[in-house]
């Protein structure tokens, strides 16, 4: 201890008095001392953490669950990305997607009316499997044709594009 303290009255400093060290000083002086010891270290705490976000901002997540699994489809708009079980597809559309339509599939947010150019917000909404054109239920021409006409979950068909499924044998992308 240094024989010098600083008083409350003056600024002069006393030779008979000792120095009073704050803790904050003392903490300071162990982080400077073991700095110096380890240098810039690359294993701090701060340092990680921040390498970590850093890293995983740039991981491919699902726009709806945030789980970086495969299995993603990129929207060729906005490039987000999607996990298809997430947004409720059924397992035949996909593998259809997965397979037939990976580099132009066009997520929910992307998505307008081909008719009235809205944005679709409608659950009845239909979206044509080939090509993507999308209608509301209100909008959605009576010319389209569905995988299972008695299931509205199937995959549906504009009529530019019904052509595409072969209602003999209920393939789709015959001509693919």
Do not use: M
């Not at 009845?124 to 999308?134: G, I, M, P, R, Y």
């Not at 239920?137 to 499924?165: E, M, V």
């Amino acid at each position: 201890i240094v024989a010098a303290k600083k008083t409350r009255f003056n600024s002069q400093i006393s030779a008979d008095s000792p120095v009073v060290v704050r803790k904050s000083e003392k903490i300071s002086a162990k982080i400077r001392k073991y700095k110096q010891q380890k240098g810039s270290s690359t294993y701090s705490p701060i340092k990680t953490r921040g390498l970590y976000k850093r890293q995983s901002r740039g991981t491919d997540r699902c726009r709806l669950c945030k789980i970086s699994a495969g299995g993603f489809v990129t929207c060729s708009v906005c490039e987000n990305k999607y996990h298809l079980e997430c947004l409720g597809y059924a397992p035949e559309s996909i593998r259809l997607v997965s397979e037939k339509r990976c580099c132009t599939w066009l997520c929910p947010t992307c998505i307008y009316c081909y008719s009235c150019n809205e944005f679709i917000y409608d659950p009845e909404n239909v979206q044509c499997f080939a090509c993507d054109t999308a209608f509301h239920g209100t909008c959605r021409p009576p010319s389209g044709a569905w995988i299972n006409p008695k299931d509205p979950l199937s995959s549906w068909f504009c009529s530019k594009c019904k052509h595409l499924l072969d209602i003999e044998n209920r393939s789709v992308y015959k001509y693919f």
